[in-house]
């Protein structure tokens, strides 16, 4: 069996110089979300899946009570007016599991994408702060010093030494891998405190791309989650502060 | 060394679009338990040995002082009637030790499968509640919802988001590849607690698929060993409540 | 660079149908012992290094400065007279760390020994207790019935469902592999308390070895070195004592 | 994907039977700091990145918002006088993940050497001794015993048993592999306590690979580090022995 399994599916899309999106699950799943928000939004189509040996070795069951074996998906959506650009956008269920696998992925994305000559990708993903966020900038790295500066436009903020650790998994491979390839890119990475799937933080991201990309994405059904997220966040807040004042209590009488 | 090596047995049986049905080590053993017992119990006979680098090192010793090297067994039997189809069955010591090997055994058993012109799998697996099962039910998971209705047929109980992690191993990597194969499948799932190996739940999984495949199964040798296990479950149950109860008296006293 | 690296050193022995004989590290160092007192004792020479990806990352540091990268090593013997037979002997500095890397080594030799027409292995190792051993017994495996009764005549016992979890390593990849090939084979395991290299478990090992090889082998040097153990573990039971006694004496103050 | 990709930058230089001198990251980092010291003070010019899936898979975020996918570089430099050598200078982000990465990057950059004519190799590191280090001498091991001789003349200290594991990782590899293509090599270690970078350590190690070289080094920059580090190392000291008095005072209170 191949390291990857590359199934289309349908009739191969013809696509003008597109751009290639990434939102892979990871750090408040916030890339993921914002490419499936927006896949859904501006009805992009499915046209490849990607099955790996580095994936789990595992099927979800459908609610119609079928299987789907764990992958990644491409989808693509085609330009409505001159100033928008054809879009690849890519999803799915997991990150490789180990390095090497990971290096694969994106290498037979990057494979994909050149063949359709794509000279610019946004990766997106989260950066976690490990504390609340009220309003989650959106941080930047990027393959040349004239995208960096083209992204601070769009409110992209660039920290010396932030994040510490550089990006990591498929966010940060397609960039890398993709420079030595010739293909620009620019990671955007929404401040997320990381604990829970953070809409909001996948919000602040798409308001940066889609200025980017000159699209219109309605925003309504992320804001609707963030609400509900945010409700469980206050009802697990007010648990903690039940706890630590039912200790304190204790110690009191004690 | 090949990954996987695929030794035959004797000759090469000559089946009419078999169908296949695995039954590997898993939760409560109740899988491997079930295809075992079928075997045994139809006759069928052992053709091809498979081998893996991804198996464990390790031989296990006959009673005769003699040496096994682990493995996964195929065995084949011949419909006796017309209402009845030729069966592959497959099992064995182990699933794969590794995710990628994992991935490799399932497609070199597919392999072999397309070329007897497999059609359909069954795949059986347990189902762990964590929790005593009075009467289990076998749930199912299929590759169409044609299949889906038709198990219902059958009994197999088709819950919404259960369970909830899919399915994992061989059960769910037969189906899914499969389906990449243009093979239809079904995972049959019989409920356990999921602490012991559970014969109960396999037999209530043999009675489902022995109504699929219009076989007659004798479950007495089945009901047997359940027996023994419902009788070890009980004395550890008596046995935990034992050391509950000591604990409690103590705390008293204390 | 090639998974498994294989050097001939110096020419290449011109052996007659030899028999392989394994020791590599394992429990109680037993298997390794044995070999290296065997080649030391006869006067074996080396004609072949095995290099693998799969052994650390580390070169040792001899004596006078010098490096020496870790590998397995072959060691040939003539037969000194006509009821004797041509000698393999493998040792080494460690086993695989993975199990792929296991089947591949295992599988490296096999092809050598394949070369050289050897019908016959013994692979040498330890059965840990975990308790002490007065008199270690010599427990065996075989690939057919017929080598379990030649071997019971060495003194060599059998017992059922011991030991209970196979064997696992090299003693008995080459066993199970090398029966694919349609090598036979011998595993004989010393028992041993598992806790230090054990001298005495190697001597018992090799005193069944040497009647079945028809070779004489001086073990003094085994027996200095089993009494220098005995020392130690001599020491270390005191020292448990003395400690478990001030416990008692306290527990008593107290 | 290749396990390892190789990207020449550049021309590729012409070099006259060049050494190459390793310093990858590890123990107190000293190899990494005394080659990268070594690249700044002689000007070496980087000619080849090696990228490869055993690294994690990550880029770093440069000062300036752009990215840099972790590698390994080699660094090339002319010989100015005569008694000088060429030079190939190695360091990079990290070593290989895994054991079969780490033997297959060695073995890659030896390729590359050998390509060069390289016939000599002097790989750095430290050697950690878990305490504090006065002046830390520069242990060594060799590929032959008249290297170990040679390297006794500047300086280099040779003590039986020592480092007792041998050396792991890149250090260990390219002269161990590299023995096998009939390069000679010699490693020299610095002591070192190992808790914190250590530049004093690699300082004592280029005092001495400057003699080898018959190159000056400025050594100040690595000075001054290393009293920044002595500066640190002495504030965790003594917030050790607060904490230590802290604990004292308050049992004789209690």
């Known amino acids: 069996m191949e390291e990857i399994v590359i199934k289309f599916v349908g009739r191969k ?22 490419v499936e928000h927006l896949i859904e939004n501006i009805g992009a189509k499915k046209f490849v899946e990607i099955y790996s040996k580095d ?9 119609d009570g079928t299987i789907k074996l764990v992958n990644n998906e491409l989808y693509y959506w085609k330009a409505k007016s001159r100033n928008q650009r054809d879009l690849i956008l890519l999803t799915g269920d997991y990150q490789g599991l180990s390095s090497s ?4 992925l994106a290498d037979s994305i990057l494979k994909i994408a050149r063949d359709y000559n794509v000279k610019q990708i946004f990766t997106l993903g989260g950066y976690g702060l490990g504390r609340e966020v009220k309003e989650p900038h959106v941080l930047g790295a990027a393959t040349s010093k004239k995208l960096v500066s083209k992204m601070k436009k769009y409110g992209v903020v660039f920290r010396e030494n ?16 993709g420079k030595l390839y010739g293909i620009e890119g620019v990671c955007l990475m929404g401040e997320t405190p990381g604990y829970l799937v953070d809409p909001k933080s996948a919000k602040a991201v798409l308001v940066v791309l889609s200025k980017a990309l000159n699209i219109d994405v309605d925003l309504t059904e992320l ?30 009488i004690g």
């Not at 998994?169 to 397609?174: C, K, N, P, Q, V």
């Not at 039940?242 to 200790?247: A, Q, T, V």
Request: glycine share 14%; hydrophobic share 35%.
């Open 13 to 34: 899309p013809s696509l003008k110089n597109p751009i290639l999106i990434e939102g892979l699950p990871g750090i408040g799943n916030v890339g993921k979300l914002a």
């Open 223 to 252: 804001e609707r989650k963030a609400k509900e997220i945010e409700l469980i966040a206050q009802q697990l807040r007010s648990l903690e502060e039940g706890l630590r004042k039912s200790k304190e209590d204790l110690s009191y």
């Open 162 to 177: 932030e994040p510490g650790g550089g990006i990591i998994g498929a966010s940060g491979l397609l960039l890398g891998l």
């Open 101 to 104: 696998g990971q290096y694969e």
């Open 55 to 63: 994936f789990p070795p595992q099927v979800f069951i459908n609610s």
